[in-house]
């Protein structure tokens, strides 16, 4: 079965740096195009960025982008976000997530949550 | 960028009730509308796409509708396991966004 699993969530002091991975499961990974999304703490769903399956074109939200690097190995069956000069707002979940078509997004991993702090 | 608009922000309901949620694209999207739940502490889970597909093992009491603009997601005879917060999400463009959510509640 399909599997999305993050990590590399944790406490990170403002200004520094992190890098979420996603392991993926249960399904040809290099023939997807992958998605990260974050939800802050009782807040809605705000889309991160997006990575086509062989990692050629790249998207990213507007709060993100520039900050914020998505990236995959294929060979390792694994997504990544690299996340760069932290913010408190960056405070959130992130949850990777699978797409089809449009595109709309089938699978979510369970999310790792990200706590940017002094 | 496109803004979605979802009402209500949040509705009331008893078990066998059917309810409409709505989310309103500025601009339109055609079709490419999905709709989310999500129970707290949960991912959220496919429930639409495409407007009006239900997403593979979804129970048919949910259906979708619409296409531009407006759309609706439809819960027939709403069950304990329903009540949820319901997202939209339109993949037209990016960046992509994500309404702001109803949450359904007893």
């Known amino acids: 079965q399909v599997q999305l699993v993050e990590s590399g969530g944790g406490v990170v002091q403002p200004g520094r740096s992190v890098r979420l991975s996603c392991a993926a499961s249960g399904f040809t990974f290099d023939t997807f195009a992958m998605h990260w999304v974050r939800q802050a703490p009782g807040k809605g769903l705000e889309w991160v960025g997006r990575i086509s399956h062989d990692g050629t074109d790249k998207y990213y939200g507007d709060s993100v982008r520039g900050r914020f690097i998505i990236s995959r190995d294929n060979s390792r069956n694994t997504l990544y976000l690299q996340m760069n000069t932290l913010r408190g707002e960056d405070t959130a979940v992130y949850y990777c997530?699978?797409?089809?078509?449009?595109?709309?997004?089938?699978?979510w991993g369970q999310g790792a949550l990200v706590t940017v702090s002094s | 960028d496109i803004q979605l608009t979802q009402s209500p922000s949040s509705v009331s309901a008893s078990v066998g009730d059917r309810v409409t949620l709505t989310c309103r694209a500025s601009?339109?999207?055609?079709?490419?509308l999905a709709w989310y739940q999500q129970k707290p502490g949960k991912p959220p889970t496919l429930l639409i796409h495409a407007a009006s597909t239900l997403q593979s093992g979804v129970p048919s009491r949910f259906s979708g509708r619409g296409y531009g603009t407006e759309f609706t997601l439809t819960i027939n005879n709403v069950q304990p396991e329903d009540f949820a917060t319901y997202y939209c999400?339109?993949?037209?463009?990016?960046?992509?966004?994500f309404g702001q959510g109803t949450r359904l509640e007893i």
């Open positions: 999400q339109q993949g037209i463009s990016f960046p992509i966004t």
């Open positions: 601009p339109g999207v055609t079709r490419w």
């Open positions: 997530a699978r797409e089809i078509s449009a595109p709309h997004l089938d699978y």
